[in-house]
């Protein structure tokens, strides 16, 4: 067994148990400062937890020789794949009871290796939970049972290079452990991008946005990373497959679709063909303020069903526009950008803004930004605001707040009840919970034809020592909310654990009967993430 | 038992062996015209076919007293839902010797009928064929089978409203059983349109649509009619259930994508809640001939990669531009169209034909068809030769040709050597079968930034009653073509029975367990539609 494989990009530490590089994370000055924008939260930060002070026992399993080489039992590399990076884990961290610590992390190399551990663990019962940036944010990384005799971390970052490029179809060869910077820097020689650029970019990879859907660079139009998958190649413990890389098929059910979603539970994604984008040459954006909060839900809904397509769509109401910098003075904003290689959008944007002044958008600041030109003073605080947002919530959960998000989508008919339904609902039940008056904002991070994706963030001051079950009661609130108005539980955070009481609402019986079956087949010991998605 | 229940839209009497209307096919005279055109056909056509000639055995099986209303022994109706309407269906129809003739058919009026039926079928060993227009092209809707006491072909056809409208979010919740014709009706006071128009939209439903992953009205962008898909009803014989209309869902695998193709051997699309468009103001078209094929495939493929997105854009090589009278001077002929609800078009056409002009396209002969103007001579040639094409197939069949069509789709770098060899190894495969000289030609239908999907077109005279060999070792030749350049069995007519050898090839294994375990899940008797897909 090997002291500490090191991973790729581990050059800069990432933090065990918050957001990101850890000397990125604000320090106690900063936090302070961030505790007193909350009224109640604690005078002085929590200390910063010690993989030490983790009563980490030793693994209740030993490879065998075989495997040796490929796996590590080191604390701190265990301890940083015990959880992902929820509010509820940065704070069961901070109080010093995380997760259950897995008892191995292993690094496979190859695909014949991820068969290798797989085939191993199937026969000695032991756990395995697909590893890639360990970025989730409802309990997808976490092993919550109590049936295996031991967990391991299945770490697929070592496998994490561009293996081919096809310029003639615009597409690359990727090897699913790559991060979001590692594949790009693979990929600018060629002059083509992945484009894929979720709020997680810098710490999560290919197989992790695969696996679970994510969320990716365009408000509109090509809205998931599902839509750039050529061909996906799956090992699982009932033997390993490629799908053919194809611009389109009809030959059956979409055999990449069962997998696109299927957060380790089925299989283990270990490369994709994906297609690619050409760098954009032509931008231009713009903020648009809005008095009124419903006025702008109607001008975004008219820009989803025209045919402009903005690469950026995302409107913010007053408290996310607080929140993020983009306006102080109680107006909503909408960040507003298009982007092309074939040609100028200058065009698009004023088409864009002329729709959104008819439903009383004012300003509409356009900043032709053709050619790297700076956008906007909004569009750039909105920008910085959106990177730098995880590591402030890891600095409140040090003065004690409680401050999470969640997101959902659903049909226009239903979005402004939903919305004012949250707010009002999660901020009672946030306020209940914790005895604090509680910060409830929203804004849409992608938007269709047919409905939206809200994101909401809630931010209270939490009671020291309770903050994991008040967050359980609050995430409760807003899942019963959330079922009530038909909207879904997740549009690109995933299910992972968290969210398993509205996933299981919410799928029909015929899939679950099917995904059920699917999952017995392709894991017959049940070794594979268990608990997500499925039993 | 009913002496024979009628289905919508049956004022205007439907073949029941060829193609469409039997009022719109080719009479004797207009046969030995086409027969004319392709040297070695006969000199007078076959006769028509007559369901009296027939051989129909007397049903296998009885219904139960509550389910004889739905169920009709007629052996018209039963000829009719014998097989769908490829030229192997037509030929043997033509030779007089048809698939199996199923034992009964039915028309369920809504869901708790068709569970009904599902549930008397799976206790009698009767196998069932969901039918919807019939218009398959692959063997989808014929039993060829024999481990069945019975078959009972379903047709949803009498499940055919628009049950539901949301104009906020642009939907419309709509049975399956719905033809074409019969849902565009319903939408069109409303200002809305599905915009599906499959070369057999007036033949085909809703249903077999979602069930085949039909291709439609789109060259680019949405091509599918997966794309426009909020939200499925699937009854199978486990249980009913329904996927939430949702814009968008991150939560675990696409429920709807599982039943999105699969054939009705997973169970019964009964509705769906569908997007729609609005219908469009603005329009521009134009044709564009290339001297040199393979410099209109480089323009095609810049314009596909390009966010022109044209509604309509393709291309046909000079065998499908003489047939269908967009050219006669052997060019490659490109058919372009835009279209918009939003705003005018023609500055993407001007752009779009700049693009085709750096490959040597020529012409560009621009319609500004704004408002409804007609668009240009080789346009409005190539929409009318479209939708007869498949009748004029049929008046060769009666000729004694061999006159199919198959598709595939694969990435740019596969394209130009694919093409050439389907050309050149079914050609003379078409010609060692029948001892005649043969033609294949060539249009790209659907086209995507990474790949684009060929359309075949084979022509040969046959050699009298050896038709369906030859034809079987024709696609035999395609398929083997099509393996080896990895090129999918089907971009959009579906796998069906005639497809299984090509699809079992293709389709992963991981994925092919987890399809047999969702099939002996949801189909535990397997009654549904045997032989499609898995066995």
Redesign the interface.
């Known amino acids: 067994m090997s002291a500490s494989p090191s991973g790729p990009g581990s050059s800069r530490a990432r933090s065990w148990w918050g957001w990101g590089y850890a000397d990125a994370q604000p320090d106690d000055a900063e936090c302070a400062a961030l505790g007193a924008l909350l009224p109640g939260t604690a005078a002085r930060p929590l200390p910063l937890p010690r993989v030490a002070d983790l009563a980490i026992a030793r693994p209740g399993v030993t490879p065998p020789p075989s495997l040796e080489h490929l796996v590590t039992a080191d604390p701190h590399v265990r301890a940083g794949h015990a959880m992902g990076k929820a509010y509820r884990d940065v704070i069961r961290a901070l109080r010093g009871r995380p997760g259950r610590i897995p008892d191995l992390v292993a690094r496979p190399a190859d695909d014949q290796e991820v068969a290798d551990l797989l085939d191993w663990a199937g026969g000695h019962g032991v756990a395995v939970i697909p590893f890639g940036g360990g970025s989730s944010v409802v309990g997808g990384v976490e092993y919550r049972g109590d049936t295996h005799r031991a967990v391991l971390s299945l770490d697929l970052t070592s496998m994490n290079r561009v293996l081919e490029i096809?310029a003639?179809?615009?597409?690359a060869r990727i090897q699913a452990g790559a991060l979001g910077p590692v594949l790009e820097e693979q990929l600018r020689p060629h002059g083509l991008t992945l484009r894929h650029f979720p709020q997680s970019f810098e710490f999560s990879t290919l197989g992790g946005w695969l696996a679970?859907?994510?969320?990716g660079h365009y408000a509109t139009?090509h809205?998931?990373i599902d839509d750039f998958v050529?061909s996906l190649r799956?090992v699982?413990p009932?033997?390993?497959?490629?799908?053919?890389?194809?611009?389109?098929?009809?030959?059956?059910?979409?055999?990449d679709?069962?997998?696109?979603?299927?957060?380790g539970a089925?299989?283990v994604i270990t490369e994709a063909w994906m297609?690619l984008q050409?760098r954009p040459r032509y931008k231009a954006s713009a903020s648009v303020a809005f008095a009124d909060f419903q006025q702008a839900l109607e001008a975004v809904?008219a820009l989803a069903?025209?045919?402009?397509?903005p690469a950026n769509c995302r409107l913010l109401d007053p408290g996310e526009a607080l929140l993020s910098g983009a306006s102080s003075d109680g107006s909503s904003v909408l960040v507003l950008g298009f982007e092309?290689?074939?040609?100028p959008v200058d065009d698009h944007l004023v088409?864009a803004l002329d729709m959104t002044g008819a439903y009383g958008g004012r300003g509409g600041t356009s900043s032709k930004a053709d050619r790297g030109a700076q956008a906007d003073a909004a569009v750039s605080a909105w920008r910085s605001a959106f990177l730098r947002m995880p590591y402030l919530r890891d600095g409140l959960a040090r003065m004690g707040a409680v401050v999470e998000t969640f997101e959902t989508?659903?049909?226009?008919?239903r979005i402004p009840a939903l919305i004012e339904a949250v707010r009002t609902e999660v901020g009672a039940a946030a306020s209940k919970a914790t005895g604090n008056p509680a910060r409830v904002s929203c804004r849409l991070t992608?938007v269709?034809?047919?409905?939206?994706?809200p994101y909401f963030t809630v931010a209270v001051a939490g009671r020291p020592g309770e903050e994991v079950g008040s967050w359980d009661d609050i995430k409760a609130a807003a899942g019963e909310v959330l079922h009530r108005h038909?909207?879904?539980?997740?549009?690109?955070?995933?299910?992972g654990r968290d969210?398993r009481p509205?996933?299981d609402l919410?799928?029909?019986?015929?899939?679950a009967?099917?995904?059920?079956?699917?999952k017995?087949?392709?894991d017959p010991h049940h070794i594979l993430n268990p608990g997500v998605?499925i039993d």
């Open positions: 096809d003639t179809s615009r597409s679970t859907r994510a969320g139009l809205t998931r050529q799956v699982t009932a033997g390993a497959g490629s799908s053919w890389r194809l611009p389109a098929s009809g030959a059956g059910p979409s055999p679709r069962l997998f696109l979603g299927s957060e089925l299989g297609r050409e809904r069903r025209s045919d402009l397509h092309s290689a074939t040609g088409s989508a659903a049909t226009w008919d992608h269709y034809p047919d409905g939206a994706a038909r909207a879904t539980i997740t549009h690109h955070h995933a299910v969210h509205g996933y919410q799928r029909p019986e015929p899939f009967l099917a995904l059920r079956a699917a017995d087949a392709l998605l």
